[in-house]
């Protein structure tokens, strides 16, 4: 078992900053990649991006690519998404992910976070 807590989100104005953090506890050992997703009103959840734990290889969407950007901290078992140039289309409720058994970073994800909420002001 994987658990995951979110935290970070909030209200910005267009334009602005912020970085979501994921911590991560439990058989982290056996993750192979870490993800955001996110999921706005009356929308399908959508893949943001995503980084294999063992190569720290990453992965976006196209709509937050150049804009988004997910690291890790090893010591801290935490990943991080920092978004700059941030647009009103990017709100939504963002969830962390982690998938244990290698299939693919874009869905298919085991253990799943609360969720943090972004809200982005025109």
């Known amino acids: 078992q994987v658990q995951l807590v979110e935290s970070g989100g909030g209200l910005v104005q267009a334009g602005g900053s912020l970085r979501l953090s994921c911590a991560a506890s439990?058989?982290?050992?056996?993750?192979?990649?870490m993800g955001w997703f996110r999921q706005a009103p009356g929308k399908e959840r959508e893949f943001v991006a995503a980084l294999r734990w063992s190569t720290t290889s990453t992965y976006y969407a196209d709509s937050v690519k150049g804009r988004f950007t997910i690291s890790r901290d090893n010591a801290k078992n935490t990943v991080y998404l920092q978004m700059n140039s941030l647009k009103p289309e990017d709100t939504a409720n963002y969830y962390c992910?982690?998938?244990?058994?290698?299939?693919?970073?874009?869905?298919?994800?085991?253990?799943w976070g609360q969720g943090t909420q972004v809200t982005v002001s025109s």
């Open positions: 992910a982690a998938q244990s058994r290698y299939y693919s970073p874009y869905e298919r994800y085991d253990y």
């Open positions: 439990g058989r982290t050992f056996s993750t192979y990649f």
